[in-house]
Structure formats: structure tokens, C-alpha cells
């Protein structure tokens, strides 16, 4: 399988990366994170990435700042800087080939993809490999130094046999990452592999993980491996059980048969998870909407009305935008908050319906830019020109179907 050295910015420097490929168009790209003082060379980030590669699954592997070859400073970096690495690392696949399906972390990796999955939209399944349920995990390879690193503000130490500084810094950022409710809000198909006999990461990480997570989720064991999977089958083993979990979730990246033309058919289906939760699908662009907790919900995505509020707050700063630029006006950014409450008709003067209660939507725009009170007036005239703003007033008609049979609204 080809193998090709890249390099992209970092959040300090350029970092090196490989990017494992299969001979023909990959199914998908994957992100792999390696273990903390790992780098991309380690045993098992080559050995499964170029195991997937064979299953056609491309694979974008690279060194986190200040190790490997990647520039940088290993004492400036911590948990934080690991993620927004991550973050760039996708955002050099986006613009380069295609964003990654698949998110794969190793250790602390592990740590980070679960933190930067919101980051990077396109991400559909996160693997987690022998990875803590809590960054601040990691500080008990350098235990006996932590007092040492508190007092002086850094001090080294000794971890796989090689010398690095540790700055409290590290310390402070580890210990500010929660990720219970990274995970619990990571609206991704979850795999978790850990082996019972790590000595590393405890394999109750991995039951906090997975305790942690909302379905589809899963827990695979890795029996009688180690913590670094430094044995061959180990690893190829791992790379059989992503690239064949990671099916059902994926479409080959080649394919994009969704029309960009309006309108576009809006699908929407149960998730199987919690009591509301549903999987929502507008042409290539998958979203979870769900109710709060406060509403029996698992708060997994948006409640029907926040996507209401959504809709109209993105048609207003789009129809805003779309007049400044015809205009030529200086509007350098539209921000619009939106709020939805039920209020007493006879609370409302201007309104027609004067018994019960009806629906009050609270807008507030925001324009900034070099603009004089007179633009700044229009623009707000012109916001309720927005169309989703004219069908929420105006008569709406509702078809319902029922397979092949519609009922028919208009009789």
C-alpha cells in the first residue's frame, strides 16, 4: 500500500504526517491520533493504518507538535493543543482530498478524538484504543515528579525511556477536560477497544467511556493484548474490526448523488437511542434532533423548535447578507438570536387572535460594520423579507402521506 509523506500547519509549526492510501479510490478517510509521547511511527499507528489501507480505507496519520518530525515545542503543547492539531489535521484533509468519516485514537489520542468529533462535522464514527476516560489520566506515568513540576513550574522526566520537560501548564489544561460530556453529546457511532490486561489505562476507562455514551455505541475486547498493541496480530486485528464496523456508517467518498438544487427532500427517522431522539438527513447533511432532559429527553441535538429558530435566524443573516452585498454596503458580520415562547393572545394588541395563547418569536439582530443609522434601519426592514420569515406568515399547507396514498388537505 503507497505511503506518503505530507506536511501541514499546526497550531505551532508544520506538523509531518503520513497518509496511508489503498492501490485504487478509498472508501473513506480515517484520522488516527497516537498515544501520548508517541508519534505516527509507532507500532500501532503504522501497522493499523496501513492495515485499513488494505481494507481501502485511507488513512492520515501524523506527529502532534514538538514530537516526531513535526516542529514545535513538546513543553509548550498539552491536552488543548493536541485537539486543535486534530482539528487542523481534518481541516488539511477537507480542503486536500475529503474530510474524514472515521475518527482513530490510540491512549490519550483516544482522549482527543472524543474531544475534537465536534469539531469536525463530516466525522461519523470515533474508535477509541485503550484510551482514558479522563485526560488527566496520563499523570500517573510521571506521578513522582508532579510535586517537582508544581513547585519549580516544570521539571523532566522520564517516559519510554526517553527525556521530556513537563510544564504545569500540561498539568492545569488536563485537569480543566471533562470529557463525560464530550462523549455523552458526541452524536457518532462509538467503538471502544481496550484489553483487560492493560496496565497502562485500566480497563474501567473504557466502562466509564462507554457509560458515558448515548447508542449506537460498542465495546470490543482486546484480550491478552498490551497497551501499545506492539504485537502484529494485535494490530491487524484492531484494523479488522474498524474496517468492518465502520461499514455500515460509511459511503464511499466518490459517491455524491444529492442534487444542490432546492428543494431538497428533508428526512427524518427515529435514532433508536432515548425516547425522542431522530436522525434528520437534508441531502449530504446529517443532524440529531432531540427534546431536553427538562422534557424527558437525552438533549443528543436541537428540539424541534430550536431547529425552527435555527431556520429562521440562518434564512435572516443569509437575506442580510445577500442585500448588503447587492447594495455594496460595509456589513462586516450578522449575528441573530432568536427565543420561542407561548404567551396569552390578549397579551398581544397587534394580534388578530385575541383568545388563548399563540407562539411569540423574539428576534434580535445584531449588524456590525462601518454602517449609518439609515443602513442599519434598512437592514433590519429587510430581515423580514426573509423568506422562511414570510411562510412562518403566511398560510402554510401541510400534505400528509401515508406510503403511497396522500391525504388530500384541500377538501
Known amino acids: 500500500m503507497p505511503t506518503q509523506r505530507i506536511s501541514f500547519p499546526g497550531t505551532s509549526g508544520m506538523l509531518d504526517a503520513r497518509m496511508d492510501s489503498p492501490g485504487g479510490t478509498p472508501i473513506a478517510y480515517a484520522l488516527f491520533a497516537h498515544c501520548f509521547t508517541c508519534a505516527k511511527e509507532s507500532v500501532a499507528a503504522s501497522r493499523i493504518s496501513r492495515a485499513l489501507a488494505e481494507r481501502e480505507i485511507a488513512v492520515l496519520r501524523f506527529d502532534f507538535t514538538g514530537l516526531g518530525g513535526s516542529e514545535g515545542e513538546f513543553e509548550n503543547t498539552n491536552f488543548s493543543s493536541n485537539v486543535q492539531d486534530l482539528v487542523r489535521a481534518a481541516d488539511y484533509l477537507r480542503e486536500s482530498t475529503s474530510a474524514p468519516s472515521v475518527l482513530i485514537g490510540h491512549s490519550l489520542g483516544g482522549a482527543a478524538v472524543l474531544s475534537a468529533a465536534a469539531d469536525i462535522p463530516e466525522a461519523r464514527a470515533v474508535v477509541t484504543i485503550g484510551a482514558p476516560s479522563d485526560p488527566s489520566h496520563v499523570q500517573h506515568l510521571f506521578a513522582t515528579s508532579i510535586d517537582d513540576v508544581i513547585t519549580h513550574g516544570e521539571q523532566e522526566v522520564t517516559l519510554t525511556g526517553r527525556r521530556f520537560l513537563i510544564r504545569k501548564q500540561f498539568l492545569d489544561d488536563i485537569a480543566e477536560h471533562q470529557l463525560s460530556d464530550n462523549i455523552h453529546r458526541l452524536n457518532r457511532a462509538l467503538l471502544i477497544l481496550h484489553s483487560p490486561q492493560d496496565e497502562t489505562v485500566n480497563i474501567e476507562h473504557a466502562r466509564a467511556i462507554y457509560e458515558s455514551a448515548l447508542h449506537p455505541k460498542s465495546f470490543i475486547s482486546l484480550d491478552g493484548a498490551n497497551h501499545l498493541l506492539t504485537r502484529k496480530q494485535d494490530a491487524e486485528y484492531v484494523a479488522s474490526l474498524v474496517s468492518a464496523w465502520v461499514e455500515r456508517y460509511l459511503a464511499p467518498v466518490e459517491e455524491n448523488t444529492f442534487s444542490d438544487q432546492e428543494p431538497r427532500t428533508v428526512l427524518v427517522s427515529e435514532a433508536g437511542q432515548g425516547v425522542f431522539a431522530q436522525n434528520i438527513s437534508v441531502g449530504p447533511h446529517h443532524l440529531r434532533g432531540d427534546e431536553p432532559i427538562s422534557y424527558g429527553g437525552d438533549d443528543t441535538g436541537p428540539s424541534p423548535y430550536?431547529?425552527?429558530?435555527?431556520?429562521?435566524?440562518?434564512?435572516?443573516?443569509?437575506?442580510?447578507?445577500?442585500?448588503?452585498?447587492?447594495?455594496?454596503?460595509?456589513?462586516?458580520?450578522?449575528?441573530?438570536?432568536?427565543?420561542?415562547?407561548?404567551?396569552?393572545?390578549?397579551?398581544?394588541?397587534?394580534?388578530?387572535?385575541?383568545?388563548?395563547?399563540?407562539?411569540?418569536?423574539?428576534?434580535?439582530?445584531?449588524?456590525?460594520?462601518?454602517?449609518?443609522?439609515?443602513?442599519?434601519?434598512?437592514?433590519?426592514?429587510?430581515?423580514?423579507?426573509?423568506?422562511?420569515?414570510?411562510?412562518?406568515?403566511?398560510?402554510?399547507?401541510?400534505?400528509?402521506?401515508?406510503?403511497?396514498?396522500?391525504?388530500?388537505?384541500?377538501?
Open 306 to 411: 430550536d431547529l425552527l429558530l435555527a431556520s429562521l435566524g440562518a434564512c435572516t443573516a443569509m437575506t442580510l447578507r445577500m442585500y448588503a452585498r447587492h447594495k455594496k454596503l460595509p456589513l462586516e458580520h450578522v449575528e441573530v438570536e432568536l427565543s420561542h415562547r407561548k404567551i396569552h393572545a390578549s397579551d398581544c394588541s397587534a394580534c388578530e387572535t385575541k383568545t388563548g395563547r399563540i407562539d411569540r418569536i423574539d428576534r434580535r439582530i445584531r449588524v456590525h460594520g462601518n454602517l449609518d443609522d439609515a443602513q442599519r434601519k434598512r437592514l433590519l426592514e429587510i430581515a423580514d423579507r426573509c423568506p422562511v420569515h414570510q411562510t412562518l406568515h403566511s398560510e402554510v399547507m401541510v400534505n400528509t402521506f401515508d406510503g403511497e396514498f396522500a391525504v388530500d388537505d384541500t377538501k
